[in-house]
């Protein structure tokens, strides 16, 4: 190998087959190997250098390159695929891309679904190793399949506390441990609160899962649906609705600027109508999990159609709110389109922190009361240009529409 070429070498969980040639003849060759404590004491042979990746990551990187602008052969040992949520990032920033002879192995992910005898190519992939707890769980408990990468500071229990603590719910929840080590664990349980029962080892992989953990059909992108452009502000037409009672196209858009979608998280769109502000968050936010709660059941079925003819994912309540609202998770956002200020104060008692409220009202009084809980109000009076038979124009005003947000 290139003196100037840093070999890093993805070592496979010993379930998953052992190093191949190549790689076996770059670490006899290499004159520094680096790596964590436990890859330097199973892999590395005897002889060569060692630099010991720890938290210090910046002074393990140092060491690295100290021995590389010395001409010495490095070789960088990594667990699984060290492009997926690996080393091979920070490696690719500090040394460049075209420095790099990355040789990969299985990933825990792959090894884990594995275990289970599940495809994964439709999952969401979530780390909690090294990032915050918060997004990792906002992001986890937004999915339908999903795999979560733990750490010693953020184990499986306290994921599943995080997650329960949110009121995210899944049908079946695996911890795969240690795998491929001879202490290789997979256990499984029904619910969140199982997992935050637990005692599990730090470094694992927790699997996540509704229904059967089986789509109807492969996906063409991983982890979600291909999906046209998004749009917003659709015209009314684009919708079934009942009578005219859908949001507005005008006030549909500023709502959902309000709204400041996350990439990741849960939306309640309480008092949904026709679902159109549901549906186009959903379209702007792939990563977004929508519950729209609606109580006719016609109404419910026009949310689903709608969805389905935008080519969206929405999770239907047919039921009445607030009362509905203690069998969803905690959300990111809510927009709340009816039930008046009860919803809105059972929807502020859930709210994640750091969420967001966005209520519209035709009331002023109640606008008013929802701006003191929220801090924001404004009117929104839209006028549409109509033609008339000689071709002139005149202005047709729409009903006005008080829309209150917050927490500013």
């Not at 609705?241 to 309000?258: D, F, N, P, Q, W």
């Not at 203690?326 to 008692?349: C, F, I, K, T």
């Not at 009117?379 to 005003?397: F, N, T």
Request: hydrophobic residues 50%; aromatic residues 4%; contains cysteine.
């Amino acid at each position: 190998m290139s003196q100037r070429t840093i070999v890093v070498v993805g070592v496979p969980p010993a379930g998953g087959g052992a190093l191949g040639a190549a790689e076996q003849v770059a670490l006899a060759e290499a004159d520094v190997i680096a790596g964590g404590r436990r890859l330097l004491d199973s892999v590395a042979p005897a002889g060569p250098e060692t630099i010991e990746i720890t938290g210090d990551l910046p002074a393990a990187l140092d060491a690295i390159e100290t021995a590389r602008a010395a001409g010495r052969r490095v070789v960088v040992l990594a667990s699984g695929d060290p492009g997926f949520f690996g080393i091979g990032r920070v490696l690719a920033e500090r040394f460049g891309p075209g420095g790099l002879d990355v040789r990969p192995a299985l990933s825990s992910v792959a090894c884990a679904f594995a275990r289970i005898g599940l495809p994964w190519d439709d999952a969401v992939v979530v780390s909690a190793h090294g990032r915050t707890l918060e997004e990792a769980v906002a992001a986890a408990g937004a999915g339908r399949k999903v795999a979560v990468l733990t750490s010693p500071d953020n184990p499986p229990e306290r994921i599943g506390a995080e997650l329960n603590r949110r009121r995210a719910r899944f049908d079946r929840v695996v911890v795969a441990s240690e795998l491929g080590l001879d202490g290789e664990s997979v256990s499984e349980g029904p619910s969140t609160e199982w997992l935050a029962a637990g005692t599990f080892p730090p470094l694992s992989v927790v699997l996540l899962l509704t229904g059967s953990g089986l789509g109807p059909a492969a996906p063409v992108v991983s982890a979600a649906p291909l999906r046209p452009p998004a749009r917003f502000g659709l015209d009314e037409g684009d919708y079934e609705h009942r009578e005219g009672m859908i949001t507005k196209a005008e006030v549909r858009s500023v709502v959902l600027a309000r709204l400041a979608l996350p990439a990741a998280g849960v939306l309640w769109d309480v008092g949904a109508g026709s679902g159109s502000i549901g549906i186009e968050a959903a379209s702007l936010a792939p990563g977004v999990r929508v519950f729209a709660v609606e109580q006719a059941p016609e109404d419910a079925a026009r949310i689903r159609a709608n969805a389905a003819r935008h080519g969206v994912s929405i999770e239907v309540l047919q039921a009445r709110a607030p009362e509905a609202l203690d069998a969803l998770p905690d959300p990111d956002r809510v927009v709340v389109g009816g039930g008046g200020l009860s919803v809105l104060d059972a929807v502020l008692a859930r709210l994640a922190p750091g969420g967001r409220v966005v209520a519209t009202f035709a009331s002023m009084e109640r606008a008013l009361a929802a701006a003191d809980r929220l801090g924001n109000l404004l009117q929104l009076a839209v006028s549409r240009g109509i033609r008339l038979p000689d071709s002139s124009i005149r202005l047709a005003a729409l009903d006005p529409v008080f829309v209150c947000w917050g927490p500013a």
